[in-house]
């Protein structure tokens, strides 16, 4: 009482009759103390795990192709996995020693208490320049499974990223123990700079090139056309253990198909949520997403004499009736079996799907269910705001800073939700903004809930020029805090129709439905799951279809929401929830960290 007491009259007279400065430095006195306590709270229920990040020059290669300079984390690719136990308290010191500005977000961490530790480049934070340092402290309490990091700025993720494994304090509820377990992290190389490629993209107003090659753990396999050392991941098991395959897709902009031969898997959990078990022989990912799937090495002596199997990573191509082009190619690991190994005799390879089968990704995708357990969140039944939200592509006009951009051809390629074009702040994070009370000038609070116009979303007749055109804004939409929104994600076929994976920071949500065409509320509402909703934080909308997801508003920040095709960020498929406080300190944003980097 007499703290409350003291800053109440400190601010009244510095602020006299001024209650929105008023409310803003009883925040800024209040916060640190509150901020503390919990951080004092988090470090005794758990332990401190701490991490340099030394990012910076490797000399690699692949493909047999001459080496080239990568950024890379501690010179390696992937980075290091963060190895926690729910509860602990994750440090991590980022030495920025490449040429490049730097970020780290810490994908499907719910950052509550360490909003500023997010990551995403001028959402959360400016990024961290060449020389500089920034230190992330965040908890991770209430989670558990497999969850990822990454660069978010400009195309460096598609080598600076590694995995999170988040261990329960008691045993997983998984069918069986696992007798070991294994990361697999997927991803895309290029045979060039990819900061030049996005530069370039960003300038011209013409996509990126795709990807020269796919890869398992940093590593393309064997079947591509070089036979250079150690350009091959190796999983070795023991026949009948089972094993637990934490399977992350770190792919700029590629879904996959994931096979071993002659195996199957039971995928327990998704994006760090368990699942009700379910068997499959393929697990698909997109980008952003990801799996934990048990894996019996039970296989057939006889399939493989040589006790050697496949792992195969393929793309899901989704675009309909056409899309960018893509390596039409696939990843390789070895599943190699401990005292039964020949490598004279050749791995098996499994049967991969087609690479436009979309009928195998809905199905794997649609079928998940969560496992509820007790004390863990359920599927809220009262919604508070409805939203319907178109994502796709389209067509703007070059930006100024589009200097290659050639104007006086027809507009270039954009995206947009809900017909609006996001573009980030240049001078102040749109989280420094918030906190600080001047939004004028940096983002509008006026993203809208549904599209402008209403229109067959899917249908060919549709995709023209004027429906294809956008423009660019920065746009947010505010929630209250603990406020339930029904979100309808909704694709278009402007351009053309595609599977998006949409990621949203900060939150987890519940996918409720999901299916192709035009949403229709009157078919679709019956057929929403209530009971036991799978629990994500990315979502593959169906191409040319729908998606129906819900979450409450828990975590006063501000929350991207964005595909996580890396070049529909670059070209604006994205927005920003402005979660505002909650009514304790606890539920409030809490101050800048003092060595937050500055623009």
Request: aromatic share 10%; net charge negative; proline share 8%.
């Amino acid at each position: 009482m007499h703290l409350c007491l003291l800053h109440y009259d400190t601010c009244t007279s510095l602020c006299k009759d001024n209650m929105a400065c008023c409310s803003s430095l009883l925040r800024l006195m209040i916060l640190p103390v509150a901020f503390a306590v919990l951080v004092i709270a988090s470090v005794a229920h758990g332990a401190v795990v701490e991490h340099t990040f030394n990012v910076g020059n490797l000399s690699i290669s692949r493909l047999c192709q001459p080496e080239m300079i990568i950024t890379a984390v501690n010179g390696q690719l992937p980075g290091p996995t963060i190895n926690v136990t729910e509860g602990d308290t994750v440090v991590v010191h980022l030495v920025n020693e490449s040429p490049y500005n730097m970020t780290i977000h810490w994908h499907g961490v719910f950052q509550r208490g360490s909003q500023w530790a997010d990551g995403p480049s001028m959402i959360t934070q400016c990024p961290v320049g060449p020389s500089g340092n920034y230190t992330y402290r965040f908890n991770v309490s209430d989670q558990e499974g497999t969850l990822w990091w990454h660069a978010h700025i400009s195309f460096l993720r598609a080598t600076v990223y590694g995995a999170i494994v988040l261990n329960p304090r008691a045993a997983a509820p998984f069918p069986a123990k696992p007798d070991a377990e294994h990361v697999v992290l997927l991803g895309e190389w290029w045979n060039t700079n990819v900061v030049d490629l996005e530069r370039m993209a960003f300038l011209t107003g013409i996509p990126a090139r795709n990807a020269d090659a796919y890869t398992i753990n940093g590593k393309p396999g064997d079947l591509y056309n070089c036979t250079a050392a150690n350009q091959t991941e190796v999983f070795r098991v023991r026949r009948n253990e089972t094993h637990l395959l934490r399977i992350i897709n770190a792919a700029l902009n590629t879904p996959l198909f994931v096979k071993v031969a002659g195996h199957g898997f039971t995928v327990v959990a998704v994006d760090a949520s368990y699942t009700t078990p379910y068997a499959t022989d393929v697990v698909v990912i997109a980008p952003g997403q990801t799996v934990d799937a048990l894996m019996v090495a039970d296989a057939n002596a006889t399939a493989s004499p040589g006790g050697r199997f496949y792992m195969a990573a393929t793309p899901y191509d989704s675009a309909v009736p056409s899309g960018p082009p893509f390596s039409q190619t696939t990843a390789t690991a070895v599943v190699e079996y401990v005292g039964e190994a020949d490598d004279a005799v050749p791995p098996v390879l499994p049967a991969r799907p087609d690479y436009n089968d979309t009928a195998t990704a809905h199905r794997f995708w649609s079928n998940l269910t969560a496992l509820v357990l007790p004390g863990k969140p359920t599927m809220p039944l009262a919604v508070d705001t409805h939203m319907f939200v178109t994502v796709g592509l389209g067509v703007s006009d070059c930006q100024p800073a589009q200097l290659l951009c050639n104007r006086s051809a027809p507009p270039v390629f954009s995206s947009s939700m809900n017909n609006a074009s996001f573009v980030a702040p240049t001078a102040i994070s749109l989280l420094e903004a918030h906190f600080s009370n001047a939004s004028a000038g940096v983002y509008t609070r006026d993203f809208p809930d549904t599209p402008p116009v209403v229109f067959d979303y899917t249908g060919d007749e549709s995709d023209n020029a004027t429906m294809q055109f956008t423009t660019k804004s920065t746009k947010v939409k505010t929630l209250r805090y603990n406020e339930t929104v029904e979100m309808v994600l909704q694709n278009t076929r402007l351009i053309a129709k595609e599977s998006h994976p949409m990621h949203i920071h900060g939150l987890n949500f519940f996918v409720l439905a999901q299916g192709f065409g035009n949403y229709d509320e009157a078919t679709a509402a019956p057929l929403f799951n209530l009971v036991n909703p799978q629990e994500r934080n990315t979502i593959a909308v169906p191409t040319g279809g729908w998606a129906v997801i819900r979450f409450v508003a828990n975590n006063p920040g501000m929350w991207y929401m964005h595909c996580h095709f890396e070049a529909h960020i670059e070209l604006g498929l994205a927005m920003v929830f402005e979660v505002l406080d909650g009514p304790t300190p606890e539920t409030s944003l809490p101050p800048p960290p003092a060595d937050l980097p500055r623009c």
